[in-house]
């Protein structure tokens, strides 16, 4: 692994090195703004539980700046602040914040017709199924006529870091694009996720298909894991997934394997890149897949990790008018094998959105779900052999609002 980190620093010497020098620079100004108010309530399935319940206002501010000398060459950088209305952190009295983030600050530059990007940025893989996340390292894109070529290397963990403890762990990436034609779209993809410390090795094998049909959009996903986990434990996992929309209408359907715990020797659990619990990212319902609010999700639901799942969606979009636009989902989910207590169904889940343009970069935002939760959900309690509940249990319930601008 240190010949990999030593060429990966020649590179970007070598590209250094070589990018063109700046004529004139342009200062470019972005960013997001939104502030929520919300209510999550009975989310451990516990009845008359107040630890299941959640009443949060924040704020989150981004700010980016990017710093383009000229076409071929720009520094791009994009800053981060979050706050819960009354946290000691930055929302109390007196405001006084301590909780800078720097999401990203990296290098873009072309050589002839290769793209470069080195230092920390964002990448989205297999629609987040497998990756989404922010990272340190490079990324570089071939140009081969009309198809891109890019190549990643997300350096994950380095045992040398200051006060990093975990043990090494690099991704390498290489995720085509190729248009079959003008409405039509592949993306094929091969990843490894490496660690000689951990003696991980798992890698990814997988498709992304986009198409436009008769007014219609249509995608579909699938993906192959395979490899070591560990020294001792190997794996050989899956996902499917498919959606589409069509006029006001649109749906989804994704799959991916789960662990049946029968063999010690392999987990078969679908889990895309997991470092730390961070990599993987597929958001889908309002509370059992994270949506608007992303705080929590109910006890036995995998949130945006796709993993040991499989759910249905069916949706319906209605524009109003040219500020009101109205969104209702009913979203079906199970576990893929059960959660040791013999139960799967996560249950039903209805989430309705009404998206209002206060002006024209203002949005206002009102969201209510509601899951009618089963088995695999609610906090079970049982009766010695007879399996008997013993409890009642409360449906998981969210309601809240969004005020946002882009600029």
Known sequence: ???????????????????????????IAGGYWRTRAYVQSDFNGLTDNS?????????????YYTAKFNEDFKFVNKF????????VSAGDLG??????????????????STNL???IQGSTIARGFMFAEDFSGMAVTFKAGDVSIPVTWIHAVDSDAKLQTNPTEDVFAITPVIPLNSDMTLNPYVA?????????SIYFLGVDFDMKISGADVWASAIYQGGDVSNTVDTSAFLVAAGGSFDMFHGQLVYATGDDGNDATANDAFVGVDIGGKGQSYYWSEIMGYGIFDNASPSGTPNEKITNIMFANAGITIKASDAITFVADLWYAQLAEDNGLGDDDLGFEVDLKMTYKLTDNLNLDLVAAYLFAGDAITAHAYDGDNATETKNQENPFEAGTRLSFKF
Do not use: C, Q
């Open 51 to 63: 630890a299941g319940d959640t009443e949060i206002v924040d704020t989150r501010t981004r700010l």
């Open 117 to 119: 990007k080195i230092g």
């Open 192 to 200: 490894l996720d490496y660690s000689d410390n951990l003696d991980k």
């Open 80 to 87: 981060e602040f979050d706050t819960a209305w009354g946290d």
């Open 1 to 27: 692994m240190k010949k990999v980190l030593s060429a990966g620093l020649a590179l970007l010497g070598s590209a250094l090195i070589m990018v063109p020098s700046a004529s004139a620079l342009e200062h």
């Open 95 to 112: 405001a006084d914040g301590n909780n800078f983030e720097l999401k990203n600050s990296y290098v873009d530059f072309n050589l002839g």
